[in-house]
Antibody
Framework: DVQLVESGGGLVQPGRSLRLSCTGS????????VTWVRQAPGKGLECVSF??????????EYAASVKGRFTISRDDSKSIAYLHMNSLEIEDTAVYYC????????????WGQGTLVTVSS | DIVMTQTPLSLSVTPGQPASISCKSS???????????LYWFLQKPGQSPQLLIY???NRFSGVPDRFSGSGSGTDFTLKISRVEAEDVGLYYC?????????FGPGTKVEIK
């Protein structure tokens, strides 16, 4: 079965850093782009970061709200995508989900359970 | 960025009755490859979002046929032919034609 599992969330002070991981299983991780989507408490969904698969250049995209502070990367040998979050702000408090985008399969067909990041002093 | 809007923002439906949600995009979602990149998701209470419809009208695997999607260009609709109790939650439309991907604000569906 296709599975995505996020980890690394927690409580962090404003200005500090955190690294989230998204581990895939049940499919060839390197064949898929990965998107991080977040949901602030009681709010809607926001795509914050995207990384293409290596065959498509492995290039990245960021939402304006996180550009320059967040960095997405991937290690296909471990089937993991990372979201490095620096200079965290209170507004970054959210559940962070990872999801995949395939070329020959519907995009966003599988989501992880999410990991909660709380930025607070 | 492409702005996605949804109406209504909330919907209270009697079981067995139909429901309809409208989604509009600020730009056409028709790609030069001929596909229209409009997706629908349902987020049930306490759960991750789940894919319902992709590319306007294609039901994802396992999605009941009471769900259907239609539309073109910038105007889209999700219809539930007969709402069931398990359909409660937040419905989001999303465009995937360009980055950043953007979602509508969500439509909360509850049962009367």
């Amino acid at each position: 079965d296709v599975q995505l599992v996020e980890s690394g969330g927690g409580l962090v002070q404003p200005g500090r850093s955190l690294r989230l991981s998204c581990t895939g299983s049940g499919f060839t991780f390197g064949d898929y782009a990965v998107t991080w989507v977040r949901q602030a408490p009681g709010k809607g969904l926001e795509c914050v970061s995207f990384i293409r698969s290596k065959p498509y250049g492995g290039t990245t995209e960021y939402a304006a709200s996180v550009k320059g502070r967040f960095t997405i990367s991937r290690d296909d040998s471990k089937s993991i995508a990372y979201l490095h979050m620096n200079s965290l702000e209170i507004e970054d408090t959210a559940v962070y989900y990872c999801t995949r985008e395939g070329v020959f399969t519907p995009r966003f067909d599988s989501w992880g359970q999410g990991t909660l990041v709380t930025v607070s002093s | 960025d492409i702005v996605m809007t949804q109406t209504p923002l909330s919907l209270s439906v009697t079981p067995g009755q139909p429901a309809s949600i409208s989604c509009k995009s600020s730009q056409s979602l028709l790609h030069r490859d001929g596909k229209t990149y409009l997706y629908w998701f349902l987020q049930k209470p306490g759960q991750s979002p789940q894919l319902l419809i992709y590319e306007v009208s294609n039901r994802f695997s396992g999605v009941p046929d009471r769900f259907s999607g239609s539309g073109s260009g910038t105007d889209f609709t999700l219809k539930i032919s007969r709402v069931e109790a398990e359909d409660v939650g937040l419905y989001y439309c999303m465009q995937t034609i360009q980055h950043p991907r953007t979602f509508g604000p969500g439509t909360k569906v509850e049962i009367k």
